[in-house]
């Protein structure tokens, strides 16, 4: 099939296939599979121009509502976490849009930054992933209650122990990640996610589904900028990553609770380790 915006060439069943298993893998760490599908795009497909990137964000929208979806009815979503990520990056995703779009076509220095970041919140999981208290995987009726939110803390309850942090510090680190979230196309979890659970402490079965649904709603926001400024997605290539994305995520999310969080942060430490490093790697070729 071709596709004339992007220009790509490929069997129909070839992008939703792909953007399943990546939705699978990557949305019980609370992460959508964006940062995944991008250079797939851009290195498989030969998808390289900046519509790439609202072409992501089209992903997102489609498929995480699979895994929040699951995340509220199981009662694992903390909602005070989810908005503060919502309103920290919105702004940040429309100012990184505008860069994305007039002066950064190419943006390798941002690129290397993001390596570097990543590289630490990668190595920070990887070694968290070993403590003895991660080994066990969640009871099937864990659930988030006791929310409690204030200016200066908000926290909750999970499987008896209580969790609280700053809101000002997720804020601003949210803020970040939208910039950046606009400039590449993602929504931001790949960042957002393995900061919540090495520099915050919370858990993954708690930090999945807020993730999820802060990259949902700076991604409606993303495609919402794109368009207006002119960056205009491949809407058919994206609604089929997205399809492939959405069983994916439900299935990822149904998947969690049935995992060890040792296993959940291994596998995203993986992940966000080997985003680092070919970023780094792309910087000095």
């Not at 390289?48 to 498929?63: E, G, Q, R």
């Not at 997205?242 to 990822?252: D, I, M, P, Q, T």
Request: proline fraction near 7%; charge should be positive.
């Amino acid at each position: 099939m071709h596709f004339p915006v992007s220009g790509v060439d490929c069997p129909i069943w070839l992008p939703p296939a792909v953007a399943f298993f990546v939705a699978l893998v990557a949305t019980p760490a609370g992460v959508s599979g964006a940062f995944l599908l991008l250079p797939f795009q851009m290195s498989v497909l030969g998808f390289v121009s900046p519509a790439v990137t609202p072409t992501n964000l089209i992903y997102n929208v489609v498929s995480v509502p699979g895994g929040v979806g699951k995340y509220i009815k199981d009662r694992r979503m903390v909602w005070p976490i989810a908005w503060v990520i919502a309103v920290g990056t919105l702004p940040g995703i429309f100012v990184g849009s505008i860069v994305r779009i007039r002066y950064l076509p190419d943006p390798r220095y941002c690129k290397a930054f993001v390596g570097c970041v990543l590289l630490y919140l990668g190595a920070r999981l990887l070694n968290d992933a070993f403590h003895p208290r991660l080994a066990a995987r969640v009871s099937d009726h864990a659930v988030v209650k006791g929310i409690f939110v204030s200016a200066k803390r908000m926290g909750f309850e999970f499987e008896g122990r209580t969790y609280s942090f700053k809101p000002a510090t997720l804020a601003a680190v949210s803020l970040v990640v939208g910039v950046i979230g606009g400039i590449y196309g993602v929504g931001g979890g790949a960042m957002i996610a393995p900061f919540a659970m090495t520099v915050l402490d919370l858990p993954a079965y708690t930090v999945a589904g807020a993730a999820l649904l802060g990259t949902l709603v700076t991604s409606v926001a993303g495609v919402g900028f794109f368009e207006v400024l002119g960056g205009s997605p491949d809407w058919v290539l994206g609604l089929l990553f997205g399809v492939g994305g959405l069983a994916g995520s439900y299935c990822g999310a149904r998947l969690q609770k049935h995992v060890p969080e040792r296993f959940i942060r291994l596998l995203l430490g993986l992940l966000v380790t080997g985003l680092a490093l070919r970023y780094v790697i792309q910087f000095f070729l």
